[in-house]
Nanobody
C-alpha cells in the first residue's frame, strides 16, 4: 500500500505561481511512476503531468506544457508540481497519483491522494 498526501494549494492571482508537494509513504516510492491530475467542479478528472520512477521521463498535458514542471526527490519520498503563469482555467482540485506501471503505459495509477485545492483569480 502507498499513501499519498498533497499540500501547497491555495489562492493565487493569474500569472502567479504555486508549488504543490505530494508526500508518499513506503520504502518502495522509488519504484512508482508518479503523476498529477486535476478536477474542476462539474468536470471529469484530467491528466496534468507524470514522471517516471527514476525521473528520466516526464509528460505533460498540452494545456500546461511550458508552464508546469513535475519533479521528484526519491530520497524524500516526494513529488512536486511547480506551476507558473497560472490561469483561471487552472482552478481545480489537484490530485497526486502513482502506480508501478500506469502513467507510463496509459491511464491513471492505482493510488490517489486526497487532493489539494488550487484557485486562480482573475
Amino acid at each position: 500500500q502507498v499513501q499519498l498526501v498533497e499540500s501547497g494549494g491555495g489562492l493565487v492571482q493569474a500569472g502567479g505561481s504555486l508549488r504543490l508537494s505530494c508526500a508518499a509513504s513506503g520504502r518502495t516510492f522509488r519504484n512508482y511512476h508518479m503523476g498529477w491530475f486535476r478536477q474542476a467542479p462539474g468536470k471529469e478528472r484530467e491528466f496534468v503531468a507524470a514522471i517516471s520512477r527514476d525521473g528520466g521521463s516526464t509528460y505533460y498535458a498540452d494545456s500546461v506544457k511550458g508552464r508546469f514542471t513535475i519533479s521528484r526527490d526519491n530520497a524524500k519520498n516526494t513529488v512536486f508540481l511547480q506551476m507558473n503563469s497560472l490561469k483561471p482555467e487552472d482552478t481545480a482540485t489537484y490530485y497526486c497519483n502513482g502506480d508501478l506501471r500506469n502513467l507510463m503505459s496509459g491511464g491513471p495509477g492505482k493510488y490517489w491522494g486526497q487532493g489539494t485545492q488550487v484557485t486562480v483569480s482573475s
